[in-house]
């Protein structure tokens, strides 16, 4: 790499009411220690990038002009607590979801950036540090309509904060 660099993901970035929705999911659970992710940095992220130079962010920000996005519902239905304290709550399988985690891999290569090669798992986390929580017994799904997806910047310093780029296959 050459340059300066920029700590991207490509990901799925809530509208006002997904995420109101999940703040309230967020209030269901019970928080022992821990603290829930503050309602902006609530997103599914489709791939993490990492330290990314500004050639390469040119390039793939073109390549990812040409993904188009059907729109379609996803629900996030179930709550679950991972190893290291990790709060999330996962969606129903969808098939769409997965061709667009698919279709983005292909557009990566392109601008040689290797995807991940870890399994998608895809959720949205709630809270990290936070190896006591509890989920809620029972609460509502959330129903979120994809239509489009991000590349975002998750800018480090302080204040820590997530910085969409552009948003791409909407229209």
Same mark, same amino acid.
């Given at each position: 790499?050459?340059?300066?660099?920029?700590?991207?993901?490509?990901?799925?970035?809530?509208?006002?009411?997904?995420?109101?929705?999940?703040?309230?999911?967020?209030?269901?659970?019970?928080?022992?220690?821990?603290?829930?992710?503050? !309602?902006?940095?609530? =997103?599914? *992220? $489709?791939?993490?990038?990492?330290?990314?130079? &500004?050639?390469? @962010?040119? #390039?793939?920000?073109?390549?990812?002009?040409?993904?188009?996005?059907?729109?379609?519902?996803?629900?996030?239905?179930?709550?679950?607590?991972?190893?290291?304290?990790?709060?999330?709550?996962?969606?129903?399988?969808?098939?769409?979801?997965?061709?667009?985690?698919?279709?983005?891999?292909?557009?990566?290569?392109?601008?040689?950036?290797?995807?991940?090669?870890? !399994?998608?798992?895809? =959720?949205? *986390? $709630?809270?990290?540090?936070?190896?006591?929580? &509890?989920?809620? @017994?029972? #609460?509502?799904?959330?129903?979120?309509?994809?239509?489009?997806?991000?590349?975002?910047?998750?800018?480090?310093?302080?204040?820590?904060?997530?910085?969409?780029?552009?948003?791409?296959?909407?229209?």
């Amino acid at each position: 790499m050459s340059g300066p660099t920029r700590r991207l993901f490509v990901g799925l970035m809530p509208d006002d009411a997904v995420r109101d929705a999940l703040v309230s999911h967020q209030r269901r659970w019970y928080w022992a220690a821990g603290r829930a992710l503050l !309602a902006d940095r609530l =997103h599914l *992220t $489709l791939h993490f990038l990492g330290e990314v130079d &500004a050639t390469r @962010e040119w #390039a793939l920000r073109n390549a990812l002009a040409g993904v188009d996005v059907a729109p379609f519902e996803l629900v996030l239905r179930t709550p679950d607590l991972w190893s290291g304290g990790i709060a999330v709550l996962r969606p129903n399988e969808h098939s769409a979801l997965h061709d667009l985690h698919a279709r983005l891999a292909e557009r990566l290569l392109v601008v040689g950036i290797e995807p991940s090669r870890v !399994a998608f798992n895809p =959720h949205v *986390t $709630l809270a990290r540090n936070a190896p006591n929580a &509890a989920p809620p @017994e029972a #609460a509502p799904a959330v129903t979120w309509t994809v239509a489009d997806f991000a590349l975002v910047w998750s800018r480090k310093e302080v204040p820590v904060r997530y910085e969409v780029l552009e948003r791409y296959g909407s229209g």
